[in-house]
Structure formats: structure tokens, C-alpha cells
């Protein structure tokens, strides 16, 4: 037997074992061992290795400075928003309270008939607002102007009464009227004030409206707003001027 031959036959002999005995332990119904290989080392390292972190780190739980913080923006937010309102209320607010004016047609456009002379109508327009004022007829007060001073605003009479509507005055000829407890027209406007044409129609309508209220008619009241002791001598006439340039 030569050298190799030598050698191969224990070999042999062994691996012959080796299949006989694997033989007899799967006939007999017993696993063999695990074959160690060389990947058995990295399948356990990856079996034990936790599972992999996400690529991005997560956000760090919020802390009392990242919860103040968002507090604060918050607050901040909500803060703007409230003055934007207040903003808006407080305009509503200047454009709601703010009075609404009346279309100048109405109080300013001529409501006397254009039958009157010029010398009446150049006041249309004063005494159509200042008699809706008073809840009077314009035509009424065209008429009492045109008897009382024939449309001159500075008219002053014997009897010492001023203006357009002819009222009478706390000072000038007027001052010497005495009722019982004194002068009768100590509670008038001057003769300066009356001098002026919207105040001296604003007082006369306001006077005759008031007359109007007491008594309840407007034949009475133009009794009392004339001159004394010529009973409705007055009245009649001013209503007689009312009728003839009525619209």
C-alpha cells in the first residue's frame, strides 16, 4: 500500500463513519446539530441589534419654554385679532352714531307759491325750512310776512317791533311797554338779533306755533300774535293774503 493510499484510507474509513452514524440518527428521528457557518455570526448580530432609529431625530418633548412660547404667539394672535375688531366696532361705532342727514330737498327747497312777490320768495327757501320746522303751512308764514313787514328784513314799526315776522324786542321803543310786573318784553331777543333774517323767522314761527298749541286754532292765534285791542281784525287779514296766494 503506497503512501496515498495510506493516507486516503483512514479518511475513508471516517467519512464511511460519519455517513453511518447521520444515517442512524434520522432513522431514529433525531435532528443533527446545526452546521455552524460563517454567516451564523452576522444573522445573530442582526437578530440582537434593536430596531434601526428613524433618519430624522423626533422632535424633543415640549418643555415649559416651548409650551410659553407657544402660549405667547397664541395670545398674541388672538391679541390682533381683538383689535382688529375693536378696529371695525368703533368705526361701525362712528359710522352707526353718527346723525343721518336730511336730503337739503327737503328742508331747503322752496315750498311758498310762486304767486308771492320777489320780495317774499328771495325768503322761500328760509321760511319753508324753518316752518316744517315748526309744523307750519309756508304759505301761512309768506302771508303773515308780506302783511307784517313786506319782506324787508330791517322793517322797524312805530310800535317798535323788528324784522321779517315784525317781533318785538327787549330794548329800543319796545322797552317802554310795562305789563304788571315790569316790562312786558323784558324774555325778548334784541333789536341786533332780530335784525337777522333766519333768526327773527325761527323765533316769529316758534312763537306762533306755541300760540297755535294753546289755543288750538290758527285764526285765535294770529289774533294774539298781532297787535292788541283790534280783535281778529289782524287774524283775518293775514288769512285773507293766505287764501289769495295759496298754491
Given at each position: 500500500m503506497g503512501f496515498a493510499t495510506q493516507l486516503a484510507f483512514p479518511g475513508a474509513l471516517l467519512g464511511s463513519a460519519f455517513v453511518a452514524i447521520f444515517a442512524l440518527l434520522v432513522t431514529a428521528g433525531i435532528s443533527p446539530p446545526p452546521v455552524a457557518s460563517a454567516a451564523s455570526p452576522l444573522i445573530a448580530a442582526v437578530q440582537s441589534t434593536p430596531e434601526a432609529l428613524p433618519t430624522s431625530e423626533p422632535a424633543p418633548p415640549a418643555g415649559p419654554q416651548t409650551e410659553q412660547a407657544g402660549e405667547t404667539e397664541a395670545e398674541s394672535a388672538e391679541l390682533s385679532v381683538t383689535e382688529t375688531l375693536q378696529e371695525v366696532e368703533e368705526t361701525s361705532v362712528d359710522v352707526e352714531s353718527a346723525p343721518a342727514e336730511e336730503p337739503q330737498e327737503s328742508e331747503d327747497k322752496c315750498k311758498v307759491s310762486q304767486r308771492y312777490p320777489e320780495k317774499i320768495l328771495q325768503w322761500c327757501n328760509l321760511i319753508s325750512k324753518l316752518s316744517k320746522k315748526n309744523?307750519?303751512?309756508?304759505?301761512?308764514?309768506?302771508?303773515?310776512i308780506w302783511q307784517e313787514s313786506g319782506g324787508n328784513p330791517?322793517?322797524?314799526s312805530k310800535s317798535?317791533?323788528?324784522?321779517l315776522m315784525q317781533v318785538m324786542p327787549r330794548d329800543g321803543i319796545a322797552a317802554s311797554f310795562m305789563c304788571i310786573n315790569g316790562p312786558c318784553f323784558t324774555n325778548r331777543p334784541s333789536i341786533a338779533e332780530l335784525q337777522d333774517p333766519a333768526f327773527n323767522v325761527q323765533y316769529g314761527t316758534g312763537m306762533l306755533a306755541n300760540l297755535v298749541a294753546k289755543y288750538g286754532d290758527m285764526r285765535e292765534a294770529l289774533r294774539y300774535y298781532g297787535p292788541m285791542d283790534v280783535g281778529y281784525y289782524y287774524a283775518d287779514k293775514v288769512l285773507g293774503i293766505y287764501e289769495n296766494y295759496r298754491k
Open positions: 309744523g307750519l303751512d309756508p304759505d301761512l308764514i309768506a302771508a303773515l330791517v322793517a322797524y317798535g317791533a323788528v324784522g
